[in-house]
């Protein structure tokens, strides 16, 4: 079974900062996707970004972008010059083409100012 | 606002009660979720249909049934829970055309259920 792992469940940073959040996962499919998820205090789960794992180039969207290494199975999240209102929980997501889509045990982020 | 609103928000239950959550999305996507956050565990996925049909059932227990009337609207029905099932219930949605296939999906505020 696939398996989503962060090691970190919590970090802080601090305002205008940048930061990284790890995520690595267990999988033998070579076509799947991974995704980050912010969840903000009031509790309304979002997108923050995706990468398809066909794709060698790292998805990139504003001040986030990711380090995908397909052979490491690891996906990392970058926030750079991080705002107070990117404290959130985030939960790196696989998706093996629709059959089974798991969620990592979160990484609780607080942006300090 | 994301186009999928739960309600209600918060619910407290007893053991014997029957409740049930609702999920509505307004993003003519076909294909909804039910999750189950609790606080020490990853996002469990719990249902998922796709255009009205059940397509996933992972192993939830059945206590839990849901219904999809139509593709706006998901239902959790709750009946005789225990105190463990106490958690955040979040509904989400995707577009369903690739077989939900690596789709992006939005979620609701999700329901904050305790049972006592």
């Known amino acids: 079974a696939q398996t989503v792992t962060q090691s970190q469940p919590e970090m802080s940073v601090q305002e205008a900062e940048t930061v990284t959040l790890s995520c690595t996962y267990d999988?033998?499919?070579?076509?799947?996707?991974l995704f980050w998820y912010k969840q903000p205090p009031s509790r309304q789960m979002i997108l923050v970004i995706r990468?398809?794992?066909?794709?060698?180039q790292n998805a990139t969207e504003n001040r986030f972008s990711v380090n995908f290494q397909k052979a490491a199975k690891s996906f990392s999240l970058k926030i750079s010059d991080s705002q107070l209102g990117d404290t959130a929980m985030y939960f790196c997501a696989y998706d093996n083409y629709g059959q089974n889509f798991v969620f990592g045990p979160g990484t609780r982020l607080s942006v300090l100012p | 606002e994301t186009g999928v609103t739960q309600t209600p928000r918060h619910l407290v239950m007893g053991m014997t009660n029957k409740k049930s959550l609702k999920c509505e999305q307004h993003?003519?996507?076909?294909?909804m979720y039910w999750y189950k956050q609790s606080a020490k565990k990853p996002l469990e996925l719990m249902f998922v249909y796709n255009f009205k049909e059940q397509t996933e059932n992972n192993s939830v227990p059945s206590r839990f049934s849901p219904e999809c009337p139509n593709s706006s609207h998901l239902f959790l029905h709750l009946h005789t829970l225990q105190p463990e099932d106490s958690a955040l219930y979040l509904c989400?949605?995707?577009?369903?055309?690739?077989?939900?296939?690596?789709?992006?999906?939005?979620f609701g505020p999700g329901t904050r259920l305790l049972v006592l």
């Open positions: 999988t033998s499919e070579n076509n799947y996707y």
């Open positions: 989400a949605s995707s577009s369903g055309t690739s077989g939900r296939e690596g789709e992006t999906q939005y």
């Open positions: 993003l003519g996507h076909n294909a």
């Open positions: 990468q398809e794992a066909y794709k060698q």
